[in-house]
């Protein structure tokens, strides 16, 4: 069963950036789909970046042009560098595959304020 070990969260400014990284127990990493989530409070878990083993991203419209992802498979690790952090990304950050399986990690805590 896959594990993910997510980090790099915590509490910015608006305006600030945050690299959160997930470290992922599944082989073959280089081939998976891997993706970022977030859940807000009181919201449902959405999407927030996707990419293939070929590197291929897709990012969701909401943080298009803020966020990229990335992933190293030496550390089979993906990687999420969020800039211009708004208020509205305050959620709890998850990494999971791109068709999600149950075993959701921990996640890590993104909190915008000032």
């Known amino acids: 069963q896959a594990q993910f070990v997510e980090s790099g969260g915590g509490l910015v400014q608006p305006g600030g950036s945050l690299k959160l990284s997930c470290q992922v127990s599944?082989?073959?990493?280089?081939?998976?789909?891997l993706a970022w989530y977030r859940q807000a409070p009181g919201k449902e878990r959405e999407l927030v970046a996707r990419?293939?083993?070929?590197?291929?991203?897709d990012i969701a419209d909401s943080v298009k042009g803020r966020f990229t992802i990335s992933r190293d498979n030496a550390k089979k690790t993906i990687y999420l560098r969020m800039t211009s952090l708004s208020i509205e990304d305050t959620a709890v950050y998850y990494c999971?595959?791109?068709?999600?399986?149950?075993?959701w990690g921990q996640g890590t805590q993104v909190t915008v304020s000032s």
């Open positions: 599944e082989d073959p990493f280089e081939y998976l789909l």
């Open positions: 999971n595959f791109g068709n999600p399986s149950p075993s």
């Open positions: 990419i293939t083993g070929g590197g291929t991203i």
